[in-house]
């Protein structure tokens, strides 16, 4: 009896210790003959859907109020949620509708180019104004083998995929490295994070509604599906070496 129950308090740690190897991020150094630059990021297009933070600012405040949502709803908090409900939403033509101003297309332009469109509008109506305009439901998402995955709001113009990985509370120990899945607009990019060259990727930076996903390491998953076929084998290895020990000891 004491014999089998060692053979499978053995056997047990023998499945249980593999190990695992460890990958650093960008470990693979560039070549002296590379000649790569940075990629230029693609800025964000604007789309339906998207929502906007727009103010409209001036010498004199009172004067500006009408324009603003917020202004005009008595709410001061910049909450996340009261940043969506005095958003100006792009409607399915691609317009914005603003108080006073009126509609105003700007679907697949750059939130830069956006403002400017807009700040010409209130130069119609002002004198000295300012136009400020933030793109406020940029949100990315993080799933697989990260300590912290989920749907992350970005409040900056980009973000990276470190950065971002950053915001999930890193890679865990059996993230596959080397095979990151970038999900874009209904496609997969497949990226390796051992790679200097990621750096000078177009890809480095995330776009409005990505997804990242962490696939495990082959020899985990393997380890995962293969966990209860090896406890099942040395739970019967044990029992029949019980068996069998019991007869030469009653023998």
Do not use: W
Not at 38 to 51: C, F, M, N, S, T
Not at 142 to 147: A, D, K, M, S, Y
Not at 158 to 178: F, T, V
């Amino acid at each position: 009896m004491k014999f089998s129950i060692f053979i499978s308090i053995i056997s047990l740690l023998f499945v249980s210790c593999s190990p695992i190897k460890k990958v650093v991020l960008l470990d693979q150094e560039l070549k002296n003959d590379s000649n790569l630059s940075v990629a230029e990021y693609p800025k964000h297009q604007l789309r339906e859907g998207d929502i906007l933070h727009i103010k409209i600012i001036g010498v004199q405040e009172e004067s500006f109020n009408i324009f603003n949502i917020e202004n005009n709803a008595n709410n001061n908090q910049t909450t996340s949620a009261n940043l969506f409900l005095n958003g100006f939403t792009i409607d399915s033509e691609g317009n914005v509708e603003i108080p006073i101003l009126g509609k105003i297309y700007i679907k697949d332009l750059t939130v830069e180019a956006a403002k400017q469109k807009i700040q010409t509008r209130a130069n119609d109506f002002l004198v000295k104004s300012t136009v400020i305009v933030k793109h406020i439901n940029f949100e990315i998402t993080i799933l697989g083998e990260v300590n912290n995955p989920g749907t992350y709001k970005v409040y900056k113009d980009n973000i990276s995929i470190l950065e971002a990985l950053g915001l999930a509370g890193d890679l865990s120990d059996y993230a596959n490295r080397k095979k990151v899945k970038l999900i874009r607009d209904n496609k997969i990019i497949y990226l390796d994070l051992t790679k200097v060259e990621t750096l000078y990727s177009k890809n480095f930076i995330l776009k409005s509604d990505d997804v990242l996903y962490i696939e495990p390491m082959r020899n985990v998953r393997m380890r995962s599906s293969n966990a209860q076929i090896y406890i099942s084998a040395i739970s019967s290895i044990a029992l029949v070496a019980n068996i069998v020990f019991g007869i030469l000891n009653s023998n």
